[in-house]
């Protein structure tokens, strides 16, 4: 009776919680929020000031008794509260309806993607934060699947499809077979540790300490992983190491794409190793369709052909991978006995 109830106010929802950016899909009308997964707080009080977009543009201009920060850390939960306050204000922003008379009670049914690469430990935290946030029930699957899904991938067919998430903390590799991940694999390395390589290397090359928001911004206006097309440029502003002062660099595509080449390198290095312990039955059928990249990590120039060069396999990109979690994880509200087939915990109230 109270699941009735609750159903009749609430939304179901899909949420891809990332450690970079958060997308909330809402069944029956489509991705409502796309927002940065940040957050900025009082450091004394804890009371939260801003959450999303507002927050990120808070990170690194704030005073010091604020605090803006993601907390989510390589895929998992790093701040408990911090997170369950973000999805509390996104479940509220969904069920907010000016028009109605009636006050919405925000208990919806959830699915969220998780890393497939986990501990039980930080599984129950994301499901805790789901339900002190409201959740009547949170489901949880893996990104793997959820992206192979949202890719639209013949999941439950008897053939190999390898898919390769490559997200803001952690890059998920899986082949997944009959309804089921066959062989996975979950490395710590995406696209923050490109940010970072960026950073480093303006600090290196040209004593320039820039912030982790200019770093990608230059990845995303210029940043490749193979060379395609002209030469790009982009001017990046910050400090000068010796000096103190302030200071603009000009970087150019080609010294972005040495930079966070050994970044690249240990991911394509996990596809390789992934592909060499792909059963013999289902390696031919990975050869002919080919790999999949999803994520916001696939946006990045030229990655696909490097990862076709590595691998020796076609790769082509899905479509709008940067929502392919998201899309697949709602899917899921549509077919429940897919759910209850794919999902690694959940439903607990």
């Known amino acids: 009776m109270l699941d009735f109830f609750f159903g009749l106010f609430s939304h179901d929802l899909a949420i891809d919680l990332g450690t970079a950016n958060t997308l909330v899909f809402v069944k029956g009308k489509g991705i409502a929020i796309r927002e940065p997964s940040v957050v900025a707080r009082h ?6 000031l801003a959450v999303g977009t507002e927050a990120q ?10 605090e803006a920060f993601r907390p989510l850390k390589d895929g998992v939960i790093a701040d408990f509260d911090a997170t369950e ?29 998780i890393p497939s690469g986990v501990t039980e430990v930080e599984r129950r935290a994301v499901q805790d934060a789901a339900l002190s946030a409201g959740a ?5 699957i893996e990104e793997p699947m959820a992206a192979a899904i949202g890719a639209k991938l013949p999941i439950d067919d008897a053939r190999g499809n390898m898919i390769v998430d490559i997200g803001g903390g952690t890059t998920e590799i899986a082949v997944i077979s009959l309804g089921g991940i066959v062989i996975n694999r979950s490395i ?8 970072q390589a960026i950073i480093n290397h303006g600090r290196t090359k040209h004593s320039l300490l820039m912030g982790q928001p200019s770093a990608e911004k230059a990845k995303i206006a210029i940043g490749s992983a193979y060379p395609v097309g002209n030469e790009k440029h982009f001017v990046v502003r910050g400090r000068n190491l010796e000096s103190g002062l302030p200071m603009s660099v000009k970087l150019t595509s080609s010294e972005i794409r040495e930079a966070i ?3 690249i390198s240990m991911i394509t290095d996990a596809i390789d190793e992934t592909v060499e312990q792909i059963p013999p039955e289902l390696v031919g059928d990975v050869l002919e369709q080919g ?7 696939a946006l990045l120039s030229g990655i ?24 697949g994880a709602a899917a899921l509200l549509q077919d429940v006995k897919l759910l209850h087939k794919v999902k690694v915990t959940g439903g607990l109230k």
Request: net charge positive; hydrophobic share 40%; proline share 9%.
């Open 43 to 48: 450091r004394k009080t804890k009371k939260i």
């Open 57 to 66: 543009r808070m990170v690194g201009k704030t005073p010091i008794q604020i």
């Open 85 to 113: 306050a973000m999805l509390r204000f996104y479940i509220n922003q969904v069920h907010e309806n000016p028009k109605s008379f009636i006050p919405k009670i925000p208990r919806p049914r959830v699915v969220l993607g």
């Open 136 to 140: 009547r029930e949170a489901y949880l």
């Open 188 to 195: 710590r390395i995406a696209g923050d540790e490109i940010d």
């Open 261 to 263: 080449a050994p970044v």
């Open 291 to 297: 790999i999949t990249l999803a994520g916001g990590g």
């Open 304 to 327: 696909d052909k490097l990862i076709a060069v590595s691998t020796k396999m076609p790769v082509w990109i899905a479509e709008d991978p940067l929502t392919c979690v998201v899309r």
